[in-house]
């Protein structure tokens, strides 16, 4: 009963404490969830704002060009300079580029005749300058220029002054001199209904413009920028970002108004998830959301950000069930192995009394042989208590082979508890430094809050506390990572031939799945990747074994076969052979390997790279596979400096073990 008491008390205190480090890896992993997701957010804000700001440095550009011709700039004078921009190439996200002349009524007609008379620039069946809306006003804001002018028909010879968003902006940047934004509009010349707006500066005659009533006589007109919301921001964000969070833009007012626009479809000017007001939205992850303020053209933009479940902003639940199954594992072993030894214990106690008492006996028969000489009677006792004696030795012999087993069980055990030390020794180093770091980073948040409550932070104490805490964190995901490594590592370097899902699929659509995951590796190795695997090739097999052995083949070959280069290509090759087999080939054109490294490459734990990010175990797998689940050879071939290949021979359809038909899927 004690045995028992103590084994149970060993098994749950190692629960508590697998549940404690899950508890801290969980919240590590938290923290960097959103610190990934708040530096994705703070890239599109910063992103988006530059990009204006390129666009609004171009719009002062070309007003100091009028500025520099007295505000006289002809039509192919504008032309040019705009082409010379090269705009279109460089920052394709606007739609056009204006010249907004200011008519008064009394000059309208002329001006009129005038642009009418001007079809120098004008492509073969553009139509003709026309004024429209029509409408009575002491003063016109005519569009006069159009650059391109393809694609900006309607808004050729369109009176902003009689559109109500339009002259709002135009007056307030006649009056204020700077950059005005327009609130959302429908552009005219997008039959599309999206969302759009229009940035212009105002351009004043020489002479002085200090004052509101010089800067409304001096004015001659604007330069404007169109743009579609849409098109500005694809240009912005990265395209795969998308698929991993949802933003929307709100138009908040003029920054001059202390209220806010309220956020509705009138104020949406973006929506990541497509066309504005369809679609079912994707719950966003607690926590994953932020927002940011932009000021455009003196209007206040409000960006939303909510981040979703996905392989960017993954929550980790996989490694803590790993970590909380290895801790279960481990407090199970050392709390069987704690009553394995307390048994042992009581067995020897026992046969420590057994040997006393056969000493006892033996004394007794001797006694017994010195009492035969005396009298027959007392031979014939003798004889008795010899007999007695003999059966004491049969029992204690017994229990002496009793012991002898027993022994042979606690050597068994022993071992077993030698491979439990193995195994906690190798995991005991990386989840150590995240136990220390995570230390360390306790005193740390300790003495910042000391110091805050004694009267203040300094900017330079504060940065060094960030860069120390961002430091913390990415060492202890470093050592945890390494820890749910080596369990993954123990756990594949025998391959259990019965695990796995068999069902029929086609080869490249595993092929782009695996691609896809390493898709951003090997873009930041600059790593470029050849496919040449046939659409018709379909396999009765374990796409799951096949996806670890490419899986395996492509991290090999980024931690070896480029080391010190700053580039690479990746071949792989799969084609049909005679008696329903297939041929894949994996080819890289790195560094290669040398006669030994290529006659140990199968060997368990051997490795180039110990210490440096390889275990030893990423071939032995891959041969394990290829050989015991997949039924197929495996071979290699590299010199140094000349690449290595891998050739796989695979059967289109693995021999069915015994009892599979039964739970087998279909593709």
């Known amino acids: ?47 988006t704002a530059v990009r204006l700001q390129t666009y609004f440095d171009t719009l002062l550009s070309i007003k100091g060009m009028y500025a520099v011709r007295g505000g006289r700039v002809t039509r192919s004078e504008f032309n040019r300079y705009v082409r010379e921009l090269r705009l279109s ?34 492509p073969e069946g553009y139509p003709q300058f026309n004024v429209h809306p029509a409408a009575v006003r002491d003063l016109h804001y005519i569009i006069e220029y159009n650059e391109p002018m393809v694609g900006n028909e309607n808004a050729f010879g369109l009176d902003l002054g009689a559109l109500e968003p339009h002259r709002r902006a135009l ?63 694809r240009e912005v964000i990265d395209t795969p970002l998308l698929g991993h969070m949802s933003i929307q833009i709100h138009d908040g007012g003029y920054q001059r108004d202390d209220s806010v626009l309220p956020r509705n479809m009138d104020t949406l000017m973006y929506d990541s998830a497509g066309k504005i007001g369809s679609g079912e939205r994707v719950a966003p992850l607690p926590g994953l959301n932020s927002k940011a303020s932009l000021n455009v053209g003196e209007r206040r933009w409000l960006m939303e950000f909510n981040g979703h479940a996905g392989t960017r902003y993954s929550t980790g639940n996989v490694r803590v069930a790993m970590i909380a199954a290895a801790g279960t594992l481990i407090s199970a072993l050392i709390a069987l192995l704690l009553m394995v ?18 000493q006892k006996t033996e004394a007794a028969l001797v006694h017994t042989q010195h009492g035969l000489e005396r009298s027959l009677d007392e031979l014939a006792a003798q004889k008795a208590n010899a007999e007695l004696a ?20 606690s050597e068994k055990m022993a ?23 995570a230390t360390a980073l306790s005193d740390m948040v300790a003495d910042f809050d000391r110091k805050l409550a004694d009267g203040g932070i300094k900017r330079s104490a504060l940065d060094a506390h960030l860069r120390d805490a961002r430091t913390a964190c990415a060492i202890i995901a470093n050592s945890l990572g390494r820890a749910a490594e080596l369990i993954t590592s123990f756990k594949q370097v025998a391959v259990d031939q019965t695990s796995g899902q068999r069902r029929r ?59 010190d280069r700053h580039s690479g290509t990746i071949r792989l090759r799969a ?47 891959v041969y394990n596979i290829v050989t015991g689940v997949l039924h197929g050879t495996i071979s290699i071939q590299s010199e140094p400096g000349q690449g290595t290949t891998v050739t796989l021979v695979l059967p289109l359809a693995v021999p069915v073990r015994e009892g599979e038909e039964e739970g087998r899927v279909q593709a």
């Open 575 to 621: 084609q049909a052979l005679d008696g329903a087999q297939v041929q894949i080939e994996f080819s890289d054109d790195g560094v290669g390997m040398s006669a030994r490294t290529l006659h140990q490459i199968f060997d368990p734990f051997f490795t180039t790279k110990m210490g440096q990010g390889g275990s030893g175990l990423g071939m032995n797998i």
């Open 89 to 122: 190439e460089r920052y394709p996200g606007f739609q056009a580029i204006q010249f907004v002349r200011l008519v008064p009524a009394a000059q309208l007609h002329g001006f009129a005749a005038g642009v009418q008379a001007d079809t120098s620039l004008l």
């Open 341 to 358: 030894s307390q048994r042992n214990s009581a067995l020897a106690e026992q046969l420590r009394r057994d040997i006393a008492e056969r």
């Open 171 to 233: 007056e307030m940047g006649r009056d204020s001199g700077q950059i005005v934004a327009t609130e959302r509009i429908t552009l005219v010349q997008d039959a599309t209904g999206q969302p759009g707006f229009v940035a212009r500066a105002p351009v004043y005659r020489d002479g002085p413009i200090d004052t509101v009533e010089q800067r409304r006589a001096g004015l001659i007109g604007f330069i404007a920028i169109v743009f579609r919301v849409n098109n500005l921001m």
């Open 505 to 563: 699929f086609r080869l490249d659509g595993v092929v782009g799945d695996v691609l896809a995951t390493y898709a951003a590796q090997l873009r930041r190795a600059n790593c470029e990747v050849v496919l040449e695997v046939p659409e018709l090739l379909e396999f009765d097999s374990y796409p799951g074994s096949v996806s670890q052995v490419l899986s395996n083949l492509i991290n090999n070959a980024m931690l070896h076969a480029f080391e």
């Open 390 to 409: 003999h059966r004491d030795l049969t029992l204690v012999l017994a229990t002496l082979k009793q012991a002898q087993t027993n022994l042979i069980t």
């Open 1 to 47: 009963m004690h045995l028992r008491i103590h084994g149970y008390l060993a098994f749950v205190v190692g629960i508590c404490i697998t549940v404690w480090v899950c508890l801290f890896v969980s919240d590590a992993q938290q923290h960097t969830l959103r610190t990934t997701f708040q530096r994705d957010t703070d890239k599109i804000a910063r992103d």
């Open 415 to 437: 071992s077993l508890g030698a491979l439990v030390a193995g195994i906690a020794h190798e995991l005991n180093t990386p989840i150590g430094n995240s136990l220390l770091t």
